[in-house]
Structure formats: C-alpha cells, structure tokens
C-alpha cells in the first residue's frame, strides 16, 4: 500500500490481489482540483465527507454522501471540493471484466446513484480489501456489486430470483474442503464448476446458511485451534492454518472463538497438564 501526505492532502492507494479491481483509493483532500482527464478503468466513488463537485461529458454533477458515483471509462471527468473542509473519498478502479463497455453510455446519463443497498456494498467491499487476506470474502461482495450496478443501469437485465442448486453447492463445498490452507479464488472456482461467481455465493448461501468466505473462514480457525492444542505458537499456525499473517489469524480467531490464539494455547496447555 502506498501512503502519501501533502499539507491537507492524504492518499493511501494499492492494488488488492482481487480480479478485476484495478487499483484502490482512499484520500482525503481539502484543496485540490483534479484537471479533466480520463481512466481505462471504471471509477466507483463513494465520499464520506464533504462533498464533489465535477463535470462529466460537459454536464456538472456532484457526490453526497448518499450517492455512489460510478465514471465510465474513457470519458473526461474533473473533480473539486464542494466544501470549504475538502472532502473524504473511497474509490474503486474496475476493469472491463465487471462492468461491460455496452454500459458506458448508461453511466454517461446518470453517474450519480442513489441507492442504499448499493452504497452498502461499495463500503462492505472496501472494508474487506482493506484486510489482507480476506479476497474470497471481496471477491463475493465485487461480485453481488457488480450485479447491483448492472442492474441499476439496465433494469431490463435484472437478475432474477435466485434458484436452489445443491449441486453445485456440494461441489463448492468440497472443493474448499480440499484447501483450507491454500484457499480458492472465486473465479477459479467458477471455472472448476462451470458457474458463473454469483451463482456459485448464491448457492452456497441458500444451501448451507453461510457465504463461502464463511464457511472457509471457520474451517482455518477450526484447523487453527487444532494446531494451537498440539503446541504449535501461533506465528507458525497462521501460516500452517492458511491466514495472512498472525493479525490476521487473532482477528478471525477471536470473532469466532471468543479469545486470542495465545490465550487459546495457554488455556488448552492447562487444561492438559490437569487431565
């Protein structure tokens, strides 16, 4: 990750080892103008606080903090604070993969959406991008934001209610089975099934009660506690057990387990020396 300050200006930016996102952005600025200029990547902007202002195809628009802003690639666009305290902003860069050229003109017509269910995904997505190791659960929630801007574009292409598939279900659920340590990408497991990624979240959720980035997720504590009960230390377990980093590994650890690695090890060693 990249992280820069200049005066009142901060940018941090990196680019999350996620299909299809191109680069992320987070800044916040309080008296820079961006010039007009163009992106071959989608621009998905959220902003958190204040407001932009900026000129799209020679129409002005500007962002509030309800709306997602998403400019098309290709097109010329320029930004500025809207208020005197600058602005906050998230940004996502998306490739071609998950939101198709056909839509350039749709997004040309209206930038600026007000949804909430979609505003809620681009910052769930963020915040899962932001935590290494966590790119199947980002690669879930790009693919269900992805469906969300589609749709919002194109009405007529909603996606349709959502149909059962134990299936596929089954073989998703093997198949993570097969590399707890290692991990699986979404797409890759798209291709192994021949199911298209959201299909794949779709089925799983709805057959099983919990997202694959879930479910995997447990397996990696569940080999975690394992690992820490046969005296591995913990730096050696979340390597062995398939998280990041040791961070990684207590943050996940304790959600689901209720204390850190450490303390599991040294209650589990007790619990052993009293047997």
């Given at each position: 990750?990249?992280?820069s300050s200049d005066g009142?200006n901060?940018?941090?930016a ?5 299909p299809g996102?191109?680069e992320v ?5 309080t ?9 071959q990547?989608?621009t998905v ?8 202002r900026?000129?799209l195809d020679?129409?002005?628009h500007?962002?509030p ?11 010329p666009h320029?930004?500025s ?10 940004v ?8 198709g ?8 017509d209206?930038p600026?959406?007000?949804?909430p269910?979609?505003?809620l ?7 899962a991008?932001?935590r290494p190791?966590?790119e199947?659960?980002?690669?879930s929630?790009l693919?269900f934001?992805g469906?969300r801007?589609?749709t ?6 909603a996606?349709r209610?959502p149909r ?5 279900a ?7 089975d ?19 990624p ?6 799983f959720s ?10 995997l997720?447990s ?8 690992l820490?009960?046969?005296g591995q230390p913990p730096g050696?377990?979340a ?14 650890f304790?959600?689901l387990v ?7 090890r040294?209650?589990?060693?007790a619990?052993?020396?009293t047997?």
């Open positions: 990750m990249a992280t009142g901060h940018v941090s990196w680019r999350p080892r996620v996102v191109v952005l987070h800044a916040h600025f008296e820079y103008a961006y010039p007009m200029h163009v992106h990547a989608w902007l959220i902003v958190d606080d204040g407001a932009v900026y000129d020679r129409h002005r500007g962002t903090h309800d709306t997602v802003s998403l400019l098309p690639p290709h097109v320029n930004g604070p809207a208020t005197p305290d600058g602005f906050r902003k998230r996502l860069y998306l490739d071609s993969s998950r939101l050229e056909h839509l350039i003109g749709a997004a040309v209206g600026d959406l007000r949804d269910v979609l505003r995904r681009v910052g769930q997505l963020h915040t991008l932001a190791g966590d199947l659960e980002a690669e929630r693919t934001l469906e801007l589609r919002l574009l194109r009405p007529q292409d996606v209610a059962r598939d134990p299936v596929v089954r073989r998703l659920r093997e198949l993570l097969e590399r707890v340590a290692e991990g699986l990408a979404l797409d890759e497991a798209g291709g192994l099934l021949a199911a298209h959201a299909h794949l979240v779709r089925a709805g057959a099983y009660g919990i997202a694959p980035h879930q479910y997720m397996r990696r504590v569940e080999l975690a506690r394992r820490l009960l046969d050696e377990v390597v062995a057990a398939g998280f990041y980093d040791q961070a990684h590994l207590t943050r996940h304790k959600r209720g204390v850190t690695p450490g303390r599991y040294v209650g589990g060693s619990s052993g020396r047997a």
